[in-house]
């Protein structure tokens, strides 16, 4: 089953399916939720890492990833759209998920859909496919409002399971900011100085919330998005170290190396040999 809304006139796109989406996605710029509605857990493969996707869970991925699906044997459902259909930053003060659901720089998002929360999901989704047969006046903006719905509830949840512990809005919206400024400027920015300078605020600042809030640094989110992007130009294109490093904003090739070494445990050189030729499920 697949139900997709389409406005040719502004490029708009937003979709459900329980099928194996098309590797078109990534030409369309679409960002994606990847929901295991089945009882068994169902392996897929984001960006080269295996992952087991638990029953009820949620996964959050944008068109930046190489995924690899094989849901032959489970009970996966997709939600696609793209920022034609609805835009996540420019309509940021409505779902708050920039930076958190989606583009969160090194890290996709997995949410547990708790018991007391299943139908409620599962009746949204047949409402959405429901209003994908209406026709007439209307029809886009309502398919514009439920998907709003299903992204603040899986927000909801991102704030419930992802970040540590904060009961302040405030704090979270910083460290979504963070996320996005340096999904923006990772190859330019290196210290938490230049983000800190972005946002007005101090470093000192910065580190705090996160100390307080994530299990990770400001400088660790940087460096994480940094050799994600690394192992994607190594797994995808011919590209040296060396102009990998450069093209990441790293002048000393050596820095580069150390830098990734540090993070990934192994050389470039050990990385992309012991990538290039793997299989699905054997990373």
Same mark, same amino acid.
């Given at each position: 089953?697949?139900?997709?809304?389409?406005?040719?006139?502004?490029?708009?796109?937003?979709?459900?399916?329980?099928?194996?989406?098309?590797?078109?996605?990534?030409?369309?710029?679409?960002?994606?939720?990847?929901?295991?509605?089945?009882?068994?857990?169902?392996?897929?493969?984001?960006?080269?890492? $295996?992952?087991? $996707?638990?029953?009820?869970?949620?996964?959050?991925?944008?068109?930046?990833?190489?995924?690899?699906?094989?849901?032959?044997?489970?009970?996966?459902?997709?939600?696609?759209?793209?920022?034609?259909?609805?835009?996540?930053?420019?309509?940021?003060?409505?779902?708050?998920?920039?930076?958190?659901?989606?583009?969160?720089?090194?890290?996709?998002?997995?949410?547990?859909?708790?018991?007391?929360?299943?139908?409620?999901?599962?009746?949204?989704?047949?409402?959405?496919?429901?209003?994908?047969?209406?026709?007439?006046?209307?029809?886009?903006?309502?398919?514009?409002?439920?998907?709003?719905?299903?992204?603040?509830?899986?927000?909801?949840?991102?704030?419930?399971?992802?970040?540590?512990?904060?009961?302040?809005?405030?704090?979270?919206?910083?460290?979504?900011?963070?996320?996005?400024?340096?999904?923006?400027?990772?190859?330019?920015?290196?210290?938490?100085?230049?983000?800190?300078?972005?946002?007005?605020?101090?470093?000192?600042?910065?580190?705090?919330?996160?100390?307080?809030?994530?299990?990770?640094?400001?400088?660790?989110?940087?460096?994480?998005?940094?050799?994600?992007?690394?192992?994607?130009? $190594?797994?995808?294109?011919?590209?040296?170290?060396?102009?990998?490093?450069?093209?990441?904003?790293?002048?000393?090739?050596?820095?580069?190396?150390?830098?990734?070494?540090?993070?990934?445990?192994?050389?470039?050189?050990?990385?992309?040999?012991?990538?290039?030729?793997?299989?699905?499920?054997?990373?």
């Amino acid at each position: 089953m697949e139900k997709q809304y389409v406005n040719s006139s502004i490029n708009a796109h937003f979709s459900i399916s329980d099928e194996r989406p098309d590797p078109a996605h990534k030409d369309k710029k679409l960002l994606m939720f990847i929901w295991n509605d089945g009882a068994e857990r169902c392996p897929l493969s984001v960006d080269r890492q $295996l992952m087991h $996707l638990k029953p009820d869970t949620v996964v959050c991925t944008t068109y930046l990833h190489n995924l690899h699906i094989d849901n032959s044997n489970c009970s996966l459902k997709y939600l696609q759209f793209n920022r034609e259909f609805y835009c996540i930053h420019t309509n940021d003060s409505e779902v708050s998920c920039n930076g958190l659901l989606f583009f969160g720089s090194d890290f996709v998002p997995s949410l547990h859909i708790p018991e007391n929360e299943k139908e409620s999901f599962r009746i949204l989704f047949r409402v959405l496919a429901e209003e994908f047969d209406t026709t007439g006046t209307g029809r886009e903006e309502m398919l514009r409002i439920l998907l709003k719905r299903f992204i603040i509830k899986c927000t909801r949840l991102a704030n419930d399971q992802i970040v540590k512990d904060s009961d302040k809005q405030s704090e979270i919206d910083m460290i979504r900011t963070f996320n996005v400024l340096v999904e923006e400027h990772f190859k330019t920015k290196k210290s938490v100085k230049e983000y800190a300078k972005l946002m007005y605020k101090s470093p000192k600042t910065i580190a705090n919330i996160f100390s307080k809030n994530s299990d990770r640094t400001p400088l660790e989110v940087i460096h994480n998005r940094v050799i994600i992007e690394a192992k994607r130009m $190594l797994l995808y294109t011919d590209k040296t170290s060396k102009e990998i490093g450069m093209e990441l904003g790293y002048d000393d090739p050596a820095q580069f190396s150390k830098l990734f070494k540090k993070q990934a445990g192994m050389t470039t050189t050990e990385f992309r040999k012991s990538n290039t030729e793997l299989a699905y499920g054997n990373n």
